[in-house]
């Protein structure tokens, strides 16, 4: 039998036995990364290739080598291949969905958290990842407003924060939940149109279905209309359905558009209801509130955004406007106890909490991941390297740049402004002599498309009020005026060229 290379099974542990091999890998990782964030302006934002190009500088039909490859070969290329052929969100006009700058001190922290590999389940496990965690957690708690006494954890974005406060609705409305499931009971859940999709599929795995949701009109901002919502609720009860829980969005994903939340509060005090709020990607604008900046939000979201601390439960991202690297979310809940009375359990491979300390949190308790990564590390060391107000400064600077977008809309010909919602703005191109909303729908795709591709902008797509729409989101601290200045040209530039390509098609 032919033997294997005698270093052929030792590769991946040879580089913790020879330290300065390893020091070199990590020094030459570091300096490309640091080249490829210097230039990051002057690239292309996406290389505007086919899946079967990127499939071939892959060479994605490739099978599992059987021979192991030189590391510092293979970091290097796998360096070329994410910086040449990926969509590189971290670019100054990179402004499509919600795709933050990753702060770099979070890179960093990444590699430490690797090399901890910490599993933040077992306090006995993980006791200072464990700390950091629960010291974020309050962090965040205070950035957003939320009332003392408030706890929570990191989990993997939004649909998981969102969908575990679901979970936290319906125990608290059965009591047996756990042991007896769902039963005969028929549960309404309550959101505005404009509510991120991870509602529907919480629903789902909650076991209640689509049905159990009802989809209640935003009015001509955008925001929930309480009248339709107290119709829909009413209706449900004359049904014999039991109302059970009320979303609300604190910056909605297409225009950041803030529902009325002290009121919505109100509303689920009287009728009994859960009330959560989605702040995943708005919830960090309320650290303005009571600043000079608070001006910035416009009077509508300032008056709502108080209304997180009424909250039962609320989600929020630290890698969108936070610019933690994804993956970071978070789940605030107003009781953490009730975290514990959902999630809870000591199986016999976990050992009885050790010292007879009251306080000692085991992460694996309060949600459903058993093994859990060290989330909270980078957005840690950002909190504390920013402070609370570099993290102000840096939000409004965004908020003050979308409003600066909107004004540049506003004064360009050929463009028609749609809304402004904090960081968020849409717009259309609007030529002179196309007022049919089918043609100019079709024109704004086309538009979009092209921008996309062209690597020189990135933008996407927004249905506001019936009309296709450009969106830009800024969440991004490398973003500058110059940036926002360029967008309104690109787009005519696009939208000229659509013309005449649909022009040599007749």
Not at 74 to 82: I, T
Not at 84 to 96: C, M, Q, V
Not at 147 to 152: C, E, F, K, M, T
Request: aromatic residues 6%; hydrophobic residues 45%.
């Amino acid at each position: 039998m032919a033997e294997s290379p005698p270093d052929a099974g030792r590769r991946i542990a040879a580089l913790a036995m020879e330290p300065e091999r390893f020091r070199a890998l990590g020094h030459a990782l570091v300096d490309r990364l640091t080249a490829e964030l210097a230039r990051l302006a002057a690239r292309p934002i996406t290389p505007g290739e086919t899946v079967a190009e990127v499939r071939h500088a892959l060479d994605a039909a490739r099978g599992l080598p059987a021979q192991g490859e030189d590391a510092a070969a293979l970091l290097d290329q796998a360096a070329s291949l994410l910086f040449e052929h990926s969509t590189l969100s971290s670019h100054p006009r990179f402004h499509g969905y919600i795709a933050a700058a990753p702060a770099p001190i979070g890179m960093l922290a990444e590699l430490l958290a690797a090399a901890l590999n910490a599993n933040v389940a077992l306090w006995q496990a993980a006791p200072m990842a464990s700390e950091i965690e629960l010291q974020t957690v309050r962090w965040l708690a205070d950035l957003v407003g939320c009332p003392a006494g408030s706890g929570g954890l990191l989990t993997s974005g939004g649909n998981a924060a969102n969908g575990m406060a679901l979970q936290l609705a319906l125990r608290a409305r059965l009591p047996d939940l756990r042991e007896q499931g769902l039963g005969a009971a028929r549960f309404a859940v309550y959101a505005s149109d404009q509510t991120h999709g991870w509602l529907p599929k919480a629903l789902e795995q909650a076991g209640l279905g689509r049905r159990a949701l009802r989809t209640v009109a935003s009015d001509a901002q955008q925001r929930i209309d309480l009248d339709a919502l107290s119709r829909a609720i009413a209706a449900d009860r004359a049904a014999g359905v039991q109302p059970l829980m009320l979303v609300g969005n604190a910056g909605s994903i297409a225009t950041g558009a803030v529902d009325p939340l002290p009121a919505l509060a109100a509303l689920a005090r009287r009728e009994g209801l859960w009330f959560h709020v989605d702040g995943a990607y708005g919830a960090p604008a309320a650290c303005l509130l009571g600043t000079p900046d608070a001006t910035l939000l416009g009077a509508q979201a300032a008056a709502d955004l108080p209304g997180l601390r009424e909250a039962d439960s609320l989600a929020l991202d630290p890698h969108k406007w936070l610019y933690a690297p994804i993956e970071a979310g978070c789940l605030l809940v107003r009781e953490p106890q009730r975290l514990q009375d959902s999630y809870g359990q000591r199986p016999s491979y976990y050992a009885a909490p050790s010292h007879g300390e009251p306080d000692l949190v085991d992460f694996h308790e309060l949600g459903p991941q058993n093994t859990r990564g060290f989330r909270a590390l980078k957005v840690w060391l950002a909190l504390r390297m920013a402070g609370r107000d570099g993290y102000r400064q840096m939000i409004a600077d965004d908020i003050a740049l979308a409003r600066r977008l909107f004004q540049r809309v506003q004064a360009t010909p050929g463009l028609e402004a749609a809304t402004h919602g904090l960081s968020v703005t849409t717009w259309r191109c609007r030529p002179a002599g196309i007022d049919d909303a089918t043609a100019l729908d079709a024109l704004n795709r086309d538009i979009l498309a092209r921008v996309q591709r062209g690597g020189r902008s990135y933008l996407s797509p927004a249905v506001v009020n019936g009309r296709f729409l450009l969106r830009a989101c800024i969440v991004n601290f490398h973003t500058g005026a110059a940036d926002i200045d360029a967008l309104p040209g690109l787009v005519l530039d696009a939208a000229r060229d659509c013309t005449q390509a649909t022009a040599r098609a007749r």
